[in-house]
């Protein structure tokens, strides 16, 4: 099994800032892609960014410049620090994290989601 924990969200007025963490746990041999997607209520689950394990990163157009991805792969841990934040980031942000196990099948898991809200 693999587990991801996700920490750092909170409530913040808008144009502040937070920062999101996950650690992955369990029987890992490599995680390829982490990423960050959240969803707002009403709304479907969307892309937020996402990081390769040789540090690619791709990010929505609504977050670019606003938003870092990053990931520390000795930690088997991703970042997001989210600055600027409008009362629109408003969600429940997941990560999610995939790649291989130690008995070399592959691995797609998911955080519990943690809560982030702006106010106006």
């Known amino acids: 099994q693999v587990q991801l924990v996700e920490s750092g969200g909170g409530l913040v007025q808008a144009g502040g800032s937070l920062r999101l963490s996950c650690a992955a746990s369990?029987?890992?041999?490599?995680?390829?892609?982490m990423g960050w997607y959240r969803q707002a209520p009403g709304k479907q689950r969307e892309l937020v960014a996402v990081?390769?394990?040789?540090?690619?990163?791709n990010y929505a157009d609504s977050v670019k410049g606003r938003f870092t991805i990053s990931r520390d792969n000795a930690k088997n841990t991703v970042y997001l620090q989210m600055n600027r934040l409008k009362p629109e980031d408003t969600a429940v942000y997941y990560c999610?994290?995939?790649?291989?196990?130690?008995?070399?099948?592959?691995?797609?898991?998911w955080g519990q989601g943690t809560q982030v809200t702006v106010s106006s």
């Open positions: 990081i390769t394990s040789g540090n690619s990163t």
């Open positions: 999610n994290a995939e790649g291989r196990r130690q008995d070399n099948t592959r691995f797609n898991a």
């Open positions: 369990g029987s890992i041999f490599s995680i390829n892609i």
